[in-house]
């Protein structure tokens, strides 16, 4: 089973303050735990972000964007290719909930841009995929299974970046679940976010072996919104971000509390145990994701960058436990995949 390449979110590459895209590359490069920048390389800076890859030798391989369905199918072929100019290996599509018109998006105007994606992609020679993800069309998370099986039935394998936080985001959040009419479902039972209850739709994704790329970034159920930021729209930001190390006092605006990290930590635990033990496993790229931006970590006085860094050491040391769990488990058992590996 190949390795992952280990990236940083580039919101993520830094400390209380905006660091130079200098200072950015030199950083990622001397904490010793990343293997790529995740980052597109930002208009007019593009022979910038080759040169200080080469420099510090540490590649842009991953990078988003985001996209309105009727209007920027020509901006995305832009961006695939200053993309693939820079190093980049795999473009995530960030597809807003809405069209050009202002209308919800429809299943066949998802699945044509994922097309028009899929076949620029093919001709750059650059991979494309789509995520789940707030203010985008999979918020609503009943509809992600639906639209990766029109695409599959259309020809084309669904690429999948799984951010486990805008799922568990809506976990024990009746606010958050309003946001997309999945309340009713939730609270009958007929749609499951909990990832310690059987169906819940994080298990349904993994096992369709459709994740090419993770991102890591801990929420806690019924998480503190981010008092510290007041959006334009006069809101504080959601809920979308909660530390993954414990704060020092007067760093964070709410009690930190460790079992909160745990839903998150589960859901990373389970994608290495199905990649681990499925051939074939896509998985190619993890990402850090502790950002600056209001509905994340936008006015934290803790520092981003060293966060990032402790989600990358507990990934890396995790990954590693529950591979050799499961290679000592495979020469004790005949069905090593039936296992279950238990890694705290």
Known sequence: MQDFSIGCNGRGVRHLEPATLEEQFRMLRDSKVF???DRMPQPGEEADYLRLANKYGVPVRTGLWSYTAGRDEG?????LRISKEAGGEFHNIMLYARNAQGMVVSDEEIVAFYSHAWNLGQKIGIAIGMEVHIYMWSEDLRRVTPIANRIRAAGMPFNFVLDHSHALLKLDNPEEQDVVGI???VESGRFVIDPYEPGNVLDEWIKQNMVHWLQ?????PDGPKNVWDLKENGHYGRACQY???RPLPGEWH????AWRVEPCKEVVRRMLAHHYMTPGSPLRYVTTDMIDMPDYGGGARYSLFEQNIAIAQWFKK???EIKQEIAASAQTTSSPTTLIPSVS
């Open 216 to 220: 890591i970034r801990p929420v806690s």
């Open 318 to 320: 995790t990954a590693a």
């Open 243 to 245: 530390p993954f190390k």
């Open 254 to 257: 709410s009690q930190w509390v």
């Open 75 to 79: 901006l995305l072929e832009h961006n």
């Open 183 to 185: 309340r009713a479902d």
């Open 35 to 37: 293997d790529h920048f």
